[in-house]
């Protein structure tokens, strides 16, 4: 068995698992958010080009995709605490395999996604308020390869 993370084009049927097993601050920030995560993450993978992550054990980690745009997005499960370095390996590797500009924002209060984000290489570029008062973090990255 391998300790590295592997990836699969994910399909619709992916989504019920990841969104039962949401880490609670991804939970937190859809509901923050007033967004449905069922609604939204099936909206993501079906409008984007989207990959199913699964641990070196083989159990679904998170469903990650990227727009036609740019847009980057993910949804990480609770089986994501067990690998952190063999996903920021994976992370690295996947984000500069895309591009040229991968962008998107992220609910000011998620401080670990924010980290996780800096460590792979995205830069913050602006703080923007939003629904209900909640604030955002507007990030980017430009693959110059």
Known sequence: MTDKIVS??????????????????????FRRAG???????????????TYLLSSPRGIPIGLVGVTKSGCIWMNMTNEIRKYPK????????????RGPLLWNEVDIQNNNLRKF?????????????????????????????
């Open 117 to 145: 984000l800096r460590l792979i290489g995205f830069k913050i570029i602006n703080v923007i308020p939003s629904y209900g008062g909640n604030y955002y973090v507007q990030f980017a990255m430009v693959n110059n390869e």
């Open 8 to 29: 699969r084009k994910a399909t619709i049927r992916d989504v019920p698992y990841v969104v039962q097993n949401l880490l609670p601050e991804g939970l937190q920030d």
């Open 35 to 49: 967004i449905h995560p069922v609604f939204a993450i099936a909206a993501d993978t079906l409008n984007s080009d």
């Open 86 to 97: 063999e996903f920021i390996l994976f992370a690295k590797d996947f984000v500069r395999a």
